[in-house]
């Protein structure tokens, strides 16, 4: 096996205290001769002393611009705004490939550098079937606070939990007036998890998937209580909520969570909102009578950070022991960079 060098970074967003690699499986990658350089990073969920204990490497936050040009940039969400040339292979999450507002300036930095976005979006088999996601817990979340800001339980200002607790806060109340509530993509990661966290609260949704999406009966959506959208598109469909459905007259939906969060993409199914709300500001009003509340929060999974990690890293750990580019889960990366960046008119160095 050609010798891999992985360089785990510090996440600037003050908000993401996930990592794509728990401790236990940097150990593996170690033992299988991967070389593993790992940032300080404070806010991790695990400290940087757990990786150091199986053997990694240890670097300053931010020092990944000046690490070896072999080495491979692992991260999860966006890198910070310099350098302006991007030297290396990058991982994570580029949300650069469907006319996002900044995937252009995005993929002309790996341009200018030489280097290659392997975006984690695009990690999958040779059915398209994704191999590392987030979604379940992206889904539960989603679900979970959209049901704690209807009940009036919900913090003005989010803060990393765990499971358990999350769940004492979801045990519905004797009080609590019936919920109706709709998960538009049920049948996949995301939509699972929003199921099991409506289960916990009690509340038994409506679930449509492809099939009620076909054909959307958008009377029917705006006769329930809150809306979890779940659903990834990747080619145009008609949106689920337009603008003039938040004046539709006897509107019921009051409370919207877009789980997906495609906000600036034409791809976006809820074409409502120009910008993610975030964890000091969770929730933003769009109308007042009757009340709109929309929650698009996009990276949810980082407020349970100890179980989305490890549910992720355990996913993702089998492509990393076989990291190769040439063909493979990371070809397929590699080529769909390749042509995004040919979409856009940007050729690479």
Partial sequence: MTAVHLWLRHEPRPTERRTPVVPADARRLIEHGITLTVEDSPQRIFPTGEYEAVGAQVAPAGSWVAAPDDAVILGLK??????????????????????????????????????ALLDLEYLVDDTGRRLAAFGYWAGYLGAALAVLHHRGRLAAELTPTDEKALGELLSPDSGDRDISALVIGAL???????????????????????????????????????????VLATSPVPPFVRPQDLDAPGRRLRTVSDVTCDVGSPLNVLPVYDRTTEWADPVRRLR?????????IDNLPSLLPLESSTDFSASLLPQLLDFRTDSGPWGRCLARFASASRELGIKQG
């Fill in 288 to 296: 007042d009578e009757p009340p709109f509340d929309l929650i698009a």
């Fill in 78 to 115: 966006e890198l910070p705004d310099d350098p302006d040339e991007l030297t290396h292979r990058h991982i994570f999450f580029g949300h650069a490939y469907k006319q996002q507002p900044d995937a252009e300036a995005l993929l002309t930095r790996f341009a200018a550098g030489g280097g």
């Fill in 188 to 230: 996949g990661r995301s939509g699972r998890g929003a199921r099991d966290a409506l289960a916990a609260a009690g509340i038994s949704p409506t679930t449509w998937d492809l099939a009620e999406t076909q054909d959307l009966d958008r009377d029917a959506l705006l006769a329930h209580d809150l809306l979890v959208n779940c």
